[in-house]
């Protein structure tokens, strides 16, 4: 064999390793990292929690300052075969009972299906309250929500009047 050959096959043998290296380095990387699609996860500006069989989604609370009165907004999912509730509120005693019907959503908000009303947000916009959620079945957890104000397009109109 010559040594143009010899050249030509080393060559072909180092392109050949190169290209297997990259390839388990790539491969690598995708073995050892969680696609976020393939997880839950807030997609929004809120957050969500699970309470019995009610998913509560993107849930935030909107208010002006402070101290204003606020709203809660988000959605709350029921997934089961039997109709549902989930109370909302800072404390148990305060709470809003939203009722869900088996397989569907039902919209918080003051232009949906229920308003869950804070007469005093005890955080000013860019901080994080704690809302209490309590299922129907008594199942209850605290889930720390960010308060927003209408400075996002989107929330400008549905922030409470002070």
Do not use: F, H, K, W
């Amino acid at each position: 064999m010559n040594s143009l050959a010899r050249l030509r096959t080393s060559s072909r043998a180092a392109t050949s390793v190169a290209a297997v290296a990259l390839a388990l380095a790539l491969a690598g990387c995708s073995a050892t990292n969680e696609l976020t699609t393939q997880g839950d996860y807030p997609a929004s500006d809120g957050v969500q929690v699970t309470v019995g069989d009610l998913d509560l989604q993107n849930l935030l609370v909107l208010a002006a300052a402070d101290g204003a009165p606020g709203t809660v907004l988000g959605g709350v999912t029921n997934g089961s075969d039997a109709d549902g509730e989930v109370a909302i509120g800072l404390t148990e005693a305060d709470a809003t009972t939203v009722e869900v019907a088996a397989g569907t959503t039902t919209l918080l908000g003051p232009d949906q299906a229920v308003e869950v009303a804070i007469d005093a947000v005890p955080a000013a916009p860019g901080a994080l309250v704690t809302l209490t959620v309590t299922a129907g079945t008594g199942e209850s957890q605290t889930v720390q929500v960010p308060v927003l104000d209408g400075s996002q397009e989107q929330y400008a109109d549905l922030v409470p009047e002070s």
